[in-house]
């Protein structure tokens, strides 16, 4: 069974401060990646995306994620963060048969002005 | 397109009522999908469904049931609530155009069980 693991749970920053969150994952088959986004009070949204190719992804937000196929890792980072920032992130593995989503458990991030 | 919409927002149950949560979507997806979110925890699949008339189990099924009698209609019923259903439920819609599709998500409906 595949499995998503996101080993910070709560990440606090200051503003203009560098972020890379980790996301871990098992999965036998093709890999698809994603990363969403939860601000407050808010439903989830994508940040970005890996299907194939260039393994650096760059999304929404001046938001970037590498994958590393021999770490089984796809991390996303942002070199300089912003209070609006402030939300919950979850990496997120597809099931190509079901086309359903594994989600990681979640990293909180709080971003202090 | 209003997206993926859902309703109630927020709901309190009594323990053994039952109740359904409404999802809509209007951008013509076949795959839709349901989530529970539990308190620091990601978010885990109840049920799925690849078009009108077929849906199937995900990872946590049990107490749930489903239909999808229309494309735009895949509603989730609760028959005995328990206060271990006690989450944020999440409906989701993807396009039909082979796996490389992203996940559309309704804002949620928060159910407390008590």
């Known amino acids: 069974a595949q499995s998503v693991s996101q080993h910070n749970h709560h990440v606090i920053l200051s503003e203009a401060a560098s972020l890379e969150l980790g996301c871990n994952y098992s999965y036998g088959g093709t890999v698809n990646l994603f990363w969403y986004v939860q601000y407050p009070g808010q439903h989830l949204q994508l940040l970005l995306k890996?299907?194939?190719?260039?393994?650096l992804v760059k999304g929404i937000k001046g938001f970037e994620a590498e994958f590393i196929k021999s770490k089984f890792s796809f991390n996303l980072r942002k070199p300089s963060v912003q209070w609006s920032d402030t939300a919950e992130y979850f990496c997120a593995v597809m099931d190509t048969g079901r086309r359903a989503l594994t989600f990681g458990s979640g990293t909180r991030l709080q971003v202090q002005p | 397109n209003a997206g993926v919409t859902q309703t109630p927002k927020f709901r309190i149950l009594k323990i053994g009522q039952s109740m359904t949560l409404q999802c809509t979507q209007d951008?013509?997806?076949?795959?839709m999908y349901w989530y529970r979110q539990d308190p620091g925890m990601g978010l885990k699949l109840i049920y799925y469904?690849?078009?009108?008339?077929?849906?199937d189990k995900g990872e946590v099924p049990n107490g749930y049931n489903v239909s999808r009698s229309t494309t735009e209609d895949f509603p989730l019923r609760l028959e005995l609530a328990a206060p271990s259903q006690t989450s944020v439920y999440f409906c989701a819609s993807s396009p039909p155009n082979g796996y490389q599709e992203t996940q559309y998500f309704g804002p949620g409906t928060r159910l407390l069980v008590l």
């Open positions: 951008m013509n997806h076949n795959y």
């Open positions: 469904s690849v078009g009108a008339g077929i849906t």
């Open positions: 890996y299907f194939s190719g260039d393994p």
